[in-house]
């Protein structure tokens, strides 16, 4: 049943996707104002465990073991439509498209890829992530538009600085993906791929994160899961669409709504306001879910979300992580709350 909806699916008109990558920001916070934030009933088994710092959230749920048993990892340029995207000849045949998109980037803070997954392996990159969702932990937070936790002496309480909201999404950790046989991890650890996204975003270096657990993710939303509106405090973020939801799981974007000063002036805080109380339709893009859609996105600009997830159809993204700094890794914090433990499996520490 499952490779004849993602046919289905991806028969259909296709849409770019677009997805934003939850960082928590580094700034300081006391037990206290977590007790508040989340109850002490849900803060106490934390306390004395973990070096808490600058995080709003707390772990909810757990996580489950197993890892896929499937078929030979396979060769990650048969996954990729290499007609449309010529990855493996970046200055030849790949170099207008890269020109191209590298323009959408610069001009929108977005750049979608449709058909970057060849029709003919999607059911099987949703069969591997089917299998890991069963083991994916649940995050399950309130966080601001800034991801950080206000000063309430800043600003006033009705300033979207102090706004809150849900996000609630599952997560599989990098060091699930098997180094044997995943298609997705093939396709991640590809450097063709990792040149292709440098020449697009004009970074070079680019690295891909050293985190075992944070450097490839796989993000599973279920019905009722949802990203409230978000600057991200990452420079950009690469997302690959797997599977929709049945309704709802919509991307949308206000585009270069923030500046790059991040003067006051440059905030521009009275249009987020509004768009946070739902008074500014007309500055939303509402974008469908497509599966086999590469995303280039700078979502540090852009304010965005994913409305709540509708249907017992799962919907799957998976996020690549690269950096132009070498050797990046999550906080120990981050690890808690996203995937619920600080170490690889079978690692000690």
Known sequence: ARPRRVAAVVAGARQPVLEGKVEISQSAIGHGTLGNMVGDGVLSPFLGRLPFDGHPAIVQGGTMSGAPRLRRVPDPAALVDLGRYPVLDPTGAGAPVIVHHAAELQKHGVSILPGFLRDDVLAALVEESDILAAGAHRQDVQSTPYLEVPDPEAWPVDHPRRAWARSSVHTVA????????????????????????????????????????????????????????????????????????????????????????????????????????????????????????????????????????????????????????????????????????????????
């Open 174 to 349: 990098y060091d699930r993906f098997s180094a044997a046989t995943s298609g997705l991890r093939a396709l991640f650890e590809w450097d063709a791929l990792v040149g292709f996204v440098s020449r697009l975003l004009g970074r070079a270096p680019l690295y891909r994160y050293a985190d075992p657990l944070g450097a490839m993710n796989l993000t599973v939303m279920h019905e009722g899961d949802t990203l409230g509106w978000h600057f991200d405090q990452t420079d950009f973020v690469v997302s690959l669409a797997l599977q929709p939801s049945d309704g709802g799981g919509e991307f949308q974007n206000v585009p270069r709504l923030r500046g790059e000063v991040r003067e006051a002036a440059d905030e521009h805080y009275d249009t987020v306001g509004r768009v946070l109380a739902g008074e500014a339709p007309e500055l939303i893009t509402t974008i469908p879910m497509t599966p086999g859609t590469l995303m280039v996105f700078e979502g540090r600009g852009s304010l965005h979300r994913v409305t709540p997830v509708q249907g017992p159809t799962a919907r799957l993204v998976v996020l690549f992580g690269y950096d132009t700094k070498e050797g990046t890794m999550s906080s120990d914090v981050l690890k808690e709350i996203r995937y619920g433990r600080r170490h690889p499996e079978g690692a000690r520490g």
